[in-house]
């Protein structure tokens, strides 16, 4: 088992433990045609900035947050819904038949989930261009900035909440199911029977995945997002994208590197919190305690 477990070590080595060396530049005023070795070093000159009260920053940083948000909110609960809709149903073919279907947008890039929206819910899209048919004025969503952060949520919830639902499923198929008939012989409900055997069964499965959204919170879907940006930067600019046209376009690669590694920081001390919080609860986390 150790030997088949190599190759997936190899991957994480070689594309993620060693380029952490790379956030070097991250504290000097990394020049491409210099390297890494010739840059000259700046300290904390970089960090600086970026806690300076710079208004690029703090938009990039309140936009990310909101976006952080409503994805906690509205995106995270979506499979486990789904989960206990699709355990509900009893007749099996159909429920592998809903299970396939709603797979299906999570193997669909970003770039064609765009696209999609664009042709149905664009100003020439399949909605519009009903509603002109009809006499009605056309709905600006697409490019619209009061839209914008409720188009990104509904995306990320039509593209994965199927995917998402898995080990939700996996975790109720392993409920046994005399605690259910036991219930219902003490007079429980359907209701009263998800809050008291359903709901503590998935419990630990939803404070992992919970603490592990954490970690990734201030990443909120940089190719989804840098693809709808004609909304204006002023709701569209998150840290993703900021760092992607500072490093990229304007060449300040120090500064981008250091929100890099701010944003890894953070991500790490709130897996830690979170973890210990849990801890404190009687849960595992994400690791066990000593």
Do not use: C
Not at 29 to 36: A, E, K, M, R, W
Not at 88 to 106: A, C, D, T
Not at 122 to 138: D, V, W
């Amino acid at each position: 088992m150790l030997v088949f477990a190599v190759p997936g070590l190899l991957v994480f080595l070689v594309f993620h433990y060693v380029p952490l060396l790379g956030n070097v530049i991250a504290f000097k005023d990394y020049q491409p045609y210099l390297g890494v070795r010739q840059s000259p070093w700046v300290g904390f000159s970089n960090f600086a900035l970026i806690f300076s009260g710079d208004p690029e920053v703090l938009n990039a940083l309140k936009n990310t947050l909101v976006l952080t948000v409503l994805q906690v909110a509205f995106v995270f609960p979506a499979p486990i819904v789904l989960a206990l809709v699709l355990n509900s149903l009893m007749y099996e073919p159909i429920k592998r038949f809903v299970q396939s279907v709603l797979y299906m947008p999570h193997f669909l890039s970003w770039v064609i989930v765009v696209a999609i929206f664009q042709q149905i819910l664009g100003n020439a899209g399949l909605l519009n261009t009903y509603l002109r048919h009809k006499g009605i004025e056309p709905i600006e969503i697409i490019g619209n900035p009061d839209a914008f952060r409720a188009l990104i949520t509904s995306q990320v919830i039509w593209k994965d909440t199927g995917w998402g639902t898995i080990l939700f499923l996996a975790a109720l198929s392993r409920v046994d199911q005399e605690q259910y008939e036991a219930a219902s012989v003490d007079g429980a409900g359907p209701a009263r029977q998800m809050w008291h055997v359903t709901l503590p069964a998935l419990r630990p499965l939803i404070i992992l995945l919970g603490i592990l959204r954490l970690g990734d919170s201030l990443s909120v879907g940089f190719e989804q997002i840098l693809l709808q940006q004609g909304a204006g930067t002023e709701v569209t600019e998150v840290l993703d994208t900021y760092v992607y046209h500072h490093a990229f376009q304007q060449g300040e690669w120090g500064i981008s590197a250091a929100v890099g590694l701010v944003k890894g920081v953070v991500g790490l001390a709130l897996v830690l919190g979170a973890n210990k919080v849990a801890h404190l609860f009687g849960e595992d986390g994400v690791y066990r305690s000593r």
